[in-house]
C-alpha cells in the first residue's frame, strides 16, 4: 500500500518508555467524512486495529465522538470498547457502565421542536437528535451557514446557563453546557485503565480542540487530521494517514 503522507510528516510514535492511553475521534479521523452520518464505512480492518490496541494497551483505549453511543455501536460493533458520546454528554466506562447527563434536557426539549420546524422548511437540511444534543447537518446546504448560526444563536440564547452552539464541519450542534471533549478525556484520566497514563487523542474538527487542549495540559500527544489551525503540535492528513500511523504503533507495541 502507498502512503498518503511522507514520512517526515508522520508524528513521533509514542515512546516505549511511557504508559499511554489512546482516545479517538470517528468521523474525519477513523472514517472519511460522507454526506450522511448513516453512510460511514467502518470495515473490520479498523475493528480489527482499535481491539489490537485496546488489548496491547492494557484496556485504556476510547473512542470520543459527538455521536451518540449507541450510534456508535451501531458502527463499530464493539460493545466492550470505552466511549464518550455527545461531546461528552454521556459515557461508558471499560466496565460497560453508562451514563448520561440529565441537567439540561428540559431546556433541549424546549428548543428541539424549534429546529425540528426549521429542518422540515427545508429538506437539504438533517437534524440529528442524539437524545442529550441535536446536531444540524447543513452539508447539502452550504451557503446557509450564517443564517442557520443566527437563528440557532437566538434559540439557544434564551438558556444561557443551560444550552451552548458549537460549529463544526457543515453541522451545528445544540448541547449541555459544561461538556466537551476534553471534559470527557479528563474523565477518563480520573479512572482505571485510563489513569496514571499519558493520553494521545487523534481528531479532526473544531470540537476536537477541547480534547487537544486537555491532552497539552497533561503533556500527551495532540495529533490534528487535516487542515486547518489548531493547538494540536502533530498533523496526519487523512483517516487513511491514521490507520497507518496506528499501524506502525502497533508495531512497535508487539516489538515490546
Not at 131 to 159: C, F, M, Q, T, W
Not at 169 to 189: P, T
Not at 212 to 233: D, L, P, W
Amino acid at each position: 500500500m502507498v502512503s498518503t503522507i511522507s514520512n517526515e510528516k508522520l508524528p513521533e510514535l509514542p515512546a516505549r518508555s511511557r504508559a499511554w492511553a489512546l482516545f479517538l475521534d470517528l468521523d474525519g479521523t477513523l472514517v472519511e467524512l460522507v454526506d450522511h452520518p448513516d453512510n460511514i464505512a467502518v470495515d473490520d480492518a479498523l475493528r480489527t486495529r482499535l481491539e489490537t490496541l485496546s488489548t496491547l494497551l492494557d484496556g485504556a483505549v476510547a473512542v470520543i465522538s459527538g455521536r451518540a453511543i449507541d450510534d456508535l455501536d451501531k458502527h463499530l460493533t464493539l460493545p466492550t470498547l470505552a466511549m464518550s458520546g455527545q461531546h461528552g454528554a454521556e459515557w461508558r466506562d471499560s466496565q460497560g457502565q453508562r451514563q448520561i447527563a440529565q441537567a439540561h434536557q428540559k431546556a433541549l426539549e424546549a428548543v428541539r421542536h424549534q429546529v425540528q420546524q426549521r429542518v422540515d422548511r427545508d429538506d437539504a437540511l438533517y437534524l440529528e437528535d442524539k437524545g442529550a444534543s441535536l446536531a444540524l447537518h447543513y452539508r447539502h446546504r452550504p451557503e446557509a451557514g450564517d443564517i442557520l448560526k443566527g437563528e440557532l444563536v437566538s434559540l439557544v440564547n434564551e438558556y444561557p446557563d443551560t444550552l451552548e452552539l458549537h460549529q463544526g464541519k457543515f453541522v451545528f450542534e445544540i448541547k449541555g453546557q459544561g461538556y466537551d471533549k476534553g471534559v470527557a478525556l479528563e474523565r477518563f484520566l480520573a479512572s482505571p485503565p485510563f489513569a496514571d497514563r499519558c493520553p494521545v487523542f487523534i481528531g479532526d474538527d473544531r470540537t476536537d480542540e477541547d480534547g487537544f487542549r486537555t491532552v497539552n495540559a497533561h503533556q500527551g500527544m495532540a495529533i490534528k487530521v487535516g487542515t486547518g489551525e489548531s493547538v494540536a503540535a502533530s498533523r496526519l492528513t487523512d483517516p487513511q494517514a491514521v490507520h497507518e500511523w496506528l499501524d506502525q504503533w502497533i508495531a512497535l507495541l508487539q516489538r515490546s
